[in-house]
């Protein structure tokens, strides 16, 4: 009998974890089904709730005492009265006619010849003559003004950015204890989709350019504090002994040692700056910005392609030459520590033929305004709504195929679970996966979110929004996993792909939202695509490094043993690589709630159509701010419940 006993014990194991995952699952499916429809919280579009009517009391009380309240006048508003000015400053010398004066102090041609000589200088004559090509196909697309507006709000976001990220980046290299600190700010700050920053904002700081700078440069601003810090730490600890064993003081130490060895990271982190603030300039045009963005919005409200690709070509253009440019001045400054060195007489030539160049933008006509005759803006428009008007007609058995499929296959079933499960069944299953996946911690960030998602108002929204950002994560994944193992598995197909991923990642989310309208038109569908194809870059790359850097030995030692190509990607790289397909799966996440958020503008409703009508109907500001909050509790949830399930963070 004691032995029947021990075989039993031994036989008898408890349950895996994806096991126990798996039955809460069909445990709530079973639930549903009986359970379908009740305790839903539903709302209408036009109803609030309590909550909703109180925020709407906060900002017209707020707009009722701006001008006389002391917090105002002395704070916020000078606050925004000094961004607006920086702001203003660079649209008179750029964008805006200034000065009296029917054109900007500098005009097409100086400003075409500024930054060629400034790109030349810094990041050589490549990046030089692609910055200038790219600056006159501005103004080929008769889309000057509204480009150098995008640059002006761009420029002033990363100046601001800079002078405050670089200091406190320096403050966290040089800090445990501040480093500690600021690193969770820097973790939230940078998994909240942008639709986020723009609500309160416009609350303190009402809708304009001022607003919207201060949205781009609170975005813009964690790449800049962690890559300087991040370069600070990683100085050589010897470099740093041998200057301290000379005497040198914490002032000589930071100047002479620590700052230019960590010089091309620190450049690096201007990049992200740079890239991060032109991003959210685009969407701040919900608030009132001027520019690129201003012009893809109306475009996609009223569905127009061509417009809406003109304008997004314009921003890739953009994008493209910051990126290239600040790129190699990086690498330039990495590999040789200084920018390129040239001799005097050159720069002297040339930054005489710039200088000319500026004179005449700012004294005549012609070279202050950029020629409507040979803009080809038009012809690109046209163009491109020929395509659109193409691919809907002659595609449209594909495209519906493909879009009814996912729809009915996936979305409606998994929204249908979401939304019509009663509230603390939702809630109970978050709770019990976060229990499994994670620590206690997780399951009591998973329950207040929950709690405060139900406190918004909008947990129909919410589950929607929720529904969306699931099918477009697990089609992410799965085109993560097949693209990132080619990669690691062949070098040639990673050197090809790799470029793609990196320019798809310089562009601006708006971007993505045009041509799938074209083949879509406006529906939920149209945002998961756009989101899939935001997402993927990141998590193909990831999964990519991932399977490349399991040891060689133990894919020899499997090849040796005699398995399959099958076998080594199945039994040996994708186990070894477990933690870098959690690290996929959680960036994949984050990103696809950003870009679900702003498919509100192209018919994916939900959480984001809720900010975007908070922006354009007053009596909806209230909801909107929910909007905007249950958007940062949905991120914060699958976050934690992501990184809960990585064998590395399990204590997260």
């Known amino acids: 009998m004691a032995t029947t006993t021990v075989g039993l014990q031994r036989t008898w194991r408890r349950p895996g974890r994806p096991v126990l995952v798996a039955a809460v699952l069909l445990a709530w499916v079973l639930i549903w089904v009986p359970a379908r429809g009740m305790h839903t919280l539903g709302l209408s579009p036009a109803d609030l709730t309590p909550l909703h009517h109180r925020l709407n009391d906060v900002n017209d009380t707020v707009g009722a005492n701006r001008d006389s309240s002391p917090f105002f006048l002395y704070f916020f508003n000078e606050i925004r009265a000094a961004v607006d000015s920086l702001v203003t400053l660079l649209q008179d010398l750029i964008a805006q006619p200034s000065y009296g004066r029917p054109v900007p102090v500098l005009g097409w041609l100086g400003v075409v010849a500024v930054v060629a000589y400034v790109s030349w200088v810094f990041a050589g004559w490549r990046p030089a003559l692609l910055a200038a090509a790219g600056f006159v196909f501005f103004g080929l697309q008769g889309l000057w003004e509204e480009s150098m507006d995008t640059l002006a709000l761009t420029l002033g976001a990363v100046v601001i950015s800079l002078l405050i990220g670089i200091p406190l980046g320096i403050w966290a290299g040089l800090s445990d204890r501040f480093h500690r600190l600021v690193t969770p700010v820097l973790d939230f700050m940078q998994t909240m989709p942008t639709f986020v920053y723009l609500a309160p904002l416009t609350l303190l700081f009402l809708i304009g350019p001022a607003s919207a700078t201060i949205a781009t440069l609170i975005y813009a601003m964690p790449p800049a504090i962690r890559l300087t810090a991040h370069g600070i730490r990683s100085v050589p600890h010897s470099a740093v002994e041998a200057s301290e064993s000379l005497g040198a003081t914490g002032r000589q130490k930071l100047t002479g040692v620590l700052l230019p060895l960590s010089k091309g990271t620190i450049v690096l982190g201007v990049n992200q700056t740079i890239m991060a603030a032109l991003s959210m300039v685009t969407i701040a045009a919900l608030i009132d910005a001027p520019g690129l963005g201003k012009t893809v919005i109306k475009a996609l409200q009223t569905l127009d392609v061509g417009t809406a690709f003109n304008a997004g070509l314009a921003i890739v253009v953009m994008a493209v030459v910051l990126d290239r440019v600040t790129t190699a001045a990086g690498n330039r400054v990495r590999q040789t520590g200084r920018a390129a060195r040239f001799r005097r007489p050159l720069l002297a030539v040339f930054g005489g033929v710039a200088a000319v160049c500026a004179y005449l933008s700012h004294t005549y006509y012609w070279a202050a305004e950029f020629p409507d005759d ?255 909050a249950a958007i940062v509790l949905l991120g914060i949830m699958l976050d934690r419940i992501a990184r809960a399930s990585s064998p590395s963070k399990g204590s997260n």
Do not use: H
């Not at 998973?446 to 947990?459: K, M, R």
């Not at 933690?579 to 018919?603: D, E, F």
């Open 374 to 628: 040979v803009a080809i803006g038009g012809t690109l428009s046209q163009g491109a709504d020929a395509v659109a008007l193409w691919a809907q007609q002659d595609l449209s058995t594909a495209t519906e195929a493909i879009k009814n499929a996912i729809t009915y296959a996936l979305l409606n079933p998994l929204e249908a679970l979401l939304v019509e499960s009663p509230w603390w069944l939702v809630g109970a299953v978050a709770v019990l996966l976060a229990a499994l996946l994670g620590t206690v911690r997780s399951v009591i960030t998973t329950a207040a979110c929950v709690a405060l998602l139900i406190g918004t108002g909008l947990w129909q929204d919410s589950m929607t929004t929720l529904a969306m950002t699931i099918v477009a994560t697990a089609m992410v994944m799965i085109l993560g996993v097949a693209v990132g193992v080619w990669m690691g598995r062949n070098r040639f197909a990673d050197r090809i792909i790799r470029p793609v991923l990196d320019a798809g990642q310089t562009m601006p989310a708006f971007v993505y939202l045009v041509p799938f309208l074209a083949l879509f038109s406006a529906t939920r569908f149209t945002a998961i695509v756009a989101a899939v194809v935001f997402a993927a870059p990141v998590a193909i790359k990831i999964v990519a490094d991932g399977v490349r850097a399991i040891p060689a030995a133990t894919a020899e030692s499997a090849t040796a043993a005699g398995s399959s190509a099958w076998q080594m990607i199945t039994k040996v790289q994708l186990p070894m690589a477990r933690p870098s397909l959690t690290l996929a799966a959680n960036q994949g996440l984050i990103y696809v709630l950003s870009m679900v958020v702003v498919g509100g503008l192209v018919g994916a409703g939900a959480l984001g159509y809720d900010v975007v009508a908070g922006f354009s109907q007053g009596q909806l500001y209230g909801k909107g701010l929910a909007a905007g």
